[in-house]
């Protein structure tokens, strides 16, 4: 299975702020995902980051708002843009590998 | 659009009994079907998947049951412990977007001593 990691755990920031959501996996993957968990409610589906290209957006998300990273197979990142209380959620990285899907601890986020 | 969600959003149970989840989709396209936990502060945990070329898969005390005629997947837990305690999830996915999920809403589980 994948090992991943999350840094930040959790932060509480300021509205106006950006905050940047690293992850790292234990070993090489294609396929790296970031999914928001809005409080309560279940997962949803911000983004595919692509290793030497520019990430891919799902419906409502935009890369001025969510700017991802992935400049290799093991690590990316997921920066919140000028963040507002509607920001706050958890953000979690999902991986594929060896046809199973694996998630992140989740990076949990509170905007003041 | 599409949408995958459940039945019953939280799920009361004694230790020992069976505990079944519930989720309906509604994309006919949908081939590909798993079952998430989720425990507090913690991100979902593989439990088990199901191809739409099936209609039971069994792992270790869980059963997930695929019925496409209705668009309905369940999960079974046999002998539910104090352990299973945790929100649940149904995800569903297309062949053509292999890792892009979409998730139920969930069921939040407690299991009794």
């Known amino acids: 299975s994948a090992v991943i990691s999350q840094k930040p755990s959790r932060d509480i920031c300021q509205r106006g702020t950006s905050l940047t959501i690293q992850c790292q996996v234990d070993?090489?993957?294609?396929?790296m995902f970031w999914y928001r968990q809005q409080p309560g409610q279940s997962l949803t589906l911000i983004a595919t980051a692509n290793q030497g290209s520019e990430a891919t957006y799902e419906s409502g998300f935009v890369i001025d708002k969510f700017p991802i990273s992935r400049p290799n197979l093991t690590f990316s990142t997921l920066t919140v843009s000028n963040m507002s209380p509607e920001d706050s959620s958890i953000y979690l990285c999902?991986?594929?590998?060896?046809?199973?899907?694996?998630f992140g601890p989740g990076t949990r986020l509170t905007v003041l | 659009g599409e949408s995958v969600g459940l039945h019953l959003p939280t799920l009361s149970v004694q230790e020992g009994d069976n505990s079944i989840i519930n989720c309906a989709y509604s994309?006919?396209?949908?081939?590909?079907f798993i079952w998430y936990k989720q425990e507090s502060g913690k991100g979902p945990q593989f439990i088990i998947d199901i191809r739409s070329n099936m209609d039971k898969r069994q792992g270790q005390r869980v059963t997930v049951l695929l019925n496409k005629t209705v668009k309905h997947l369940s999960l079974q837990i046999a002998a539910t412990q104090p352990g299973d305690s945790a929100v649940y999830f149904c995800?569903?996915?297309?062949?053509?977007?292999?890792?892009?999920?979409?998730f139920g809403q969930g069921t939040i589980l407690t299991v009794h001593p």
């Open positions: 995800a569903e996915n297309r062949r053509t977007s292999y890792g892009k999920l979409t």
């Open positions: 070993s090489q993957v294609t396929m």
């Open positions: 999902s991986v594929v590998s060896y046809n199973e899907q694996f």
């Open positions: 994309n006919s396209a949908s081939d590909y």
